[in-house]
């Protein structure tokens, strides 16, 4: 099994930065792609960022790509989400999301609250 604990949310005003973590526990944490979702009042849950097993390749959201950097620290088992220049509609709860594509083994963490407002 594989625990996920996000941390690093808060209140934050527009323009201003924040940095999620998401420390896993059990589970190989190198062999897990690990990603970042998030889920608005009212709105369905959304992959904002990923970064790969191998290679450490990533993808972001279109919303997000320039402000938002994902990263691994594998020898911590934890992956990052750094937000910058953070705006009121990046308001949502996020999520830290481990898979392997083998056996499609997929493991959630509880959230973060982030609220961008003045």
């Known amino acids: 099994q594989v625990q996920l604990v996000e941390s690093g949310g808060g209140l934050v005003q527009p323009g201003g930065s924040l940095r999620l973590s998401c420390v896993a526990s059990?589970?190989?944490?190198?062999?897990?792609?690990m990603s970042w979702y998030r889920q608005a009042p009212g709105k369905e849950r959304e992959l904002v960022a990923r970064?790969?097993?191998?290679?450490?390749?990533?993808i972001y959201a279109d919303s997000v790509k320039g402000r938002f950097t994902i990263s691994r620290a594998n020898a911590k088992n934890t992956v990052y989400l750094q937000m910058n220049s953070l705006k009121p509609e990046d308001t949502a709860v996020y999520y830290c999301?481990?898979?392997?594509?083998?056996?499609?083994?997929?493991?959630w963490g509880q959230g973060t609250q982030v609220t961008v407002s003045s």
């Open positions: 059990g589970g190989t944490f190198s062999s897990y792609a």
């Open positions: 970064i790969t097993s191998v290679g450490g390749s990533t």
């Open positions: 999301k481990a898979f392997k594509s083998v056996g499609a083994y997929e493991y």
